[in-house]
């Protein structure tokens, strides 16, 4: 199962992009679907998630300014980012926990998208 993220760019502080992940692989079940980021010399931080059944968890720090949403039969997961801010520029990932039923035992795991950098001018 692999992860693609883009929609990544430059913008000014106050502007919106949105985020697109699609899952490729045919998953039998797609979970759990979250964004993360990474700033230069910080680590790894959640920035939402979403269950298969649509509840979403949100930073502190992006309340109210991010959407996380999904597309099930689609399997695409995207993030609507508005009233951007300097601190939010970072390599944003996108990640996924799926299964694979087979017959002969199932399988699962989880993967990570290549990253998409955002980066937000003031």
């Known amino acids: 199962v692999q992860l693609q993220a883009f929609g990544g760019g430059l913008v000014q502080a106050g502007g919106s992009l949105r985020l697109s992940c699609a899952v490729s692989?045919?998953?039998?079940?797609?979970?759990?679907m979250s964004w993360y980021r990474q700033a230069p010399g910080q680590q790894r931080e959640l920035v939402a998630d979403?269950?298969?059944?649509?509840?979403?968890n949100y930073a502190d720090s992006v309340k109210g300014r991010f959407t996380i949403s999904r597309d099930n039969a689609k399997n695409t997961l995207y993030l609507q980012m508005n009233s951007l801010k300097p601190e939010d520029t970072a390599v944003y990932y996108c990640?996924?926990?799926?299964?694979?039923?087979?017959?002969?035992?199932?399988?699962?795991?989880?993967?990570w998208g290549q990253g998409t950098l955002v980066t937000v001018s003031s």
């Open positions: 692989g045919n998953p039998s079940k797609v979970s759990t």
């Open positions: 990640n996924c926990d799926w299964m694979i039923l087979r017959d002969w035992g199932d399988q699962v795991g989880r993967s």
């Open positions: 979403v269950t298969s059944g649509g509840s979403t």
